[in-house]
C-alpha cells in the first residue's frame, strides 16, 4: 500500500469523488464477508490485514487486488471509529435511468439527514422487500462510509435516486402517494394495494409542504403515549410493515 | 459559572456520579423548553446565554438558579457536537422499587448496547405508552447524554429499571413472555393481549439463550426482502405498533 492507495482511499469520503470513480468503500469483517457471499463481482480491490487473509485463502485466490496491510495503515484510512481487519472497495450498483412505479411499492424519502437514519431506512426497505427509494436531491447521499455500514449490504439490493421529488411525484398518473404525517388517517385503518408510494420526511420537519399537497392520503401512526415524534427509519419501518401484512 | 461547574458537569458524564448526585444533564433548546412545560420541577440548575434567557423572560422568572453563560463556556461543558444555548441539570426521575407486571406492556431489553438505539427505543415506547422498560443490566445506561437526547424528553415519562432479566423474568406467572427473535412465529399471525413483556435482543446477537428459553412465544416479523437482520428500535416499533392495533 502507497501513500497514493491512502490518499485515493480518502478521497471517497466525498462524493464528487465516489460519482467520478464509481466506487464506494465497504468496511470490516462481516460486511465483505457478505459482498464476497452475494456480490463477489462487485468488489474491486481489497485492503486487509493479514489474519483476515489466511483465514480466506480458497475465497481470495479469484482476486488479483488483494493487498496485504498492517493495522496502522488500516487506521489511517478507515472510516470507522474501530477499524475492523479489511476494507473493499466497491463498484456502485447501475440502475435504470428513470425510477419505475407501476409495480410494488416505492418508498421516498424527503429530506432525510442523518447517515444512519438513512442506512437504517435502506435496510428495513430491503427487509419489506422494496426494490426502489427515490431520494430527494438534499437527502445524505446513500454511498457515503456512514450510510454504508448502517446499512448493513442492503444498499446493492435497491435502486436509489436522487431526483427533484415534486416534478417526480406530479406524474404518477393513478399511482396513489401516502405521506406519513402527524395529522393523517390512521395507519390501522388503511388498506394498502400496490402500487403506491410512500413518502418519509426529514427527522425534525416532517414531509415538506410541497410535497404533502400530493398526497392522496396523509398517514399517521396511532399515538397511545406522549412522546412527540417518532424516529424516521422507525416511522417507515412500521408503515412498510403494515402494509405488508 | 466558575471552574468548579464546569468540572461538576463534566462529572455528571459518568453513571457513577449521576447516581450520586441523583442528577443528569439535557441539553439543547427544544429538550429545555419541552421540561419546562411538562417537567419543571425537574429542573434544578439552568445554563443558558443570553438571549435565550431574554427569550423566556416570564418562565425563568420561577427559577432561582439560571445562570447566564457565554458560548465558550457551554462548548466547554457541552456533549453535544454543536452545543445548543442551553443546559440543564435535571433530577433523575424516582421510580417504584420493583416493576409491576400485572397491567399493560413491559418492554424488556436485553444487551441494547448502542446508546442512539436505547435512546430512540425509549421514545418509541412512550409513543405506543408503554409505562415500563426493563434493562438488563449490561444494557447501556439510559440517563447518559447520548441516550437522553436520542429519547427526546420520553426519559421523563417511564420507569426503568435495570435487572438481572433472567430471576425477574422466572418470576412471572401466567404473563406472556415474547421474545424478538429470526426464528419464531410471525408477528402478523399474533394476538396481543395485555398483560405481556415483549423482550428486544442485542444489535448483533439478538436475544440471549438463557432469555431465550424462557419465552412462552418467539416471535419474528416477517421478511420479504433479503436484509439480514433490522435494527434493534425498528423491530420494536415494528412489533408495538402491531401489538397496540
Redesign the interface.
Known amino acids: 500500500m502507497t501513500k497514493s492507495d491512502v490518499k485515493y482511499i480518502q478521497s471517497l469520503a466525498h462524493k464528487k469523488q465516489r460519482e467520478e470513480e464509481g466506487l464506494f468503500v465497504v468496511e470490516g469483517v462481516k460486511m465483505v464477508d457478505?459482498l464476497l457471499l452475494n456480490f463477489p463481482d462487485r468488489i474491486v480491490r481489497i485492503f486487509a490485514i493479514e489474519t483476515w487473509i489466511n483465514d480466506r485463502t480458497e475465497i481470495v485466490k479469484k482476486y488479483n487486488s488483494i493487498n496485504c496491510i498492517d493495522l496502522q495503515f488500516l487506521e489511517r484510512v478507515s472510516f470507522l471509529q474501530t477499524p475492523n481487519e479489511v476494507l473493499a472497495l466497491v463498484s456502485m450498483p447501475t440502475i435504470e435511468l428513470i425510477p419505475s412505479f407501476s409495480n410494488g411499492l416505492t418508498l421516498v424519502l424527503d429530506q432525510i439527514q442523518d447517515p444512519?437514519n438513512l442506512g437504517?431506512i435502506i435496510?428495513?426497505?430491503?427487509?419489506?422487500?422494496?426494490k426502489q427509494i427515490i431520494c430527494s436531491v438534499d437527502t445524505s447521499d446513500a454511498f457515503s462510509p456512514k450510510v454504508v455500514q448502517a446499512s448493513?449490504?442492503?444498499l446493492m439490493?435497491l435502486s436509489i435516486f436522487y431526483l427533484e421529488l415534486d416534478s417526480v411525484l406530479k406524474n404518477l398518473g393513478e399511482v396513489p402517494i401516502y405521506t406519513a404525517e402527524l395529522n393523517g388517517e390512521s395507519?390501522?385503518d388503511l388498506e394498502f394495494r400496490q402500487p403506491f408510494v410512500l413518502v418519509i420526511g426529514n427527522e425534525s420537519r416532517g414531509v415538506s409542504e410541497k410535497i404533502s399537497k400530493l398526497a392522496t392520503k396523509k398517514i399517521t401512526?396511532?399515538?397511545?403515549?406522549?412522546?412527540?415524534?417518532?424516529?424516521a427509519?422507525?416511522?417507515?419501518?412500521?408503515i412498510l410493515?403494515?402494509a405488508?401484512?
Do not use: C, Q, Y
Open positions: 457478505e444512519g437504517t435496510r428495513t426497505a430491503d427487509w419489506f422487500g422494496v448493513m449490504g442492503s439490493r395507519l390501522f401512526i396511532p399515538k397511545l403515549g406522549n412522546a412527540e415524534s417518532l424516529n427509519s422507525v416511522a417507515a419501518g412500521i410493515s403494515h405488508s401484512r
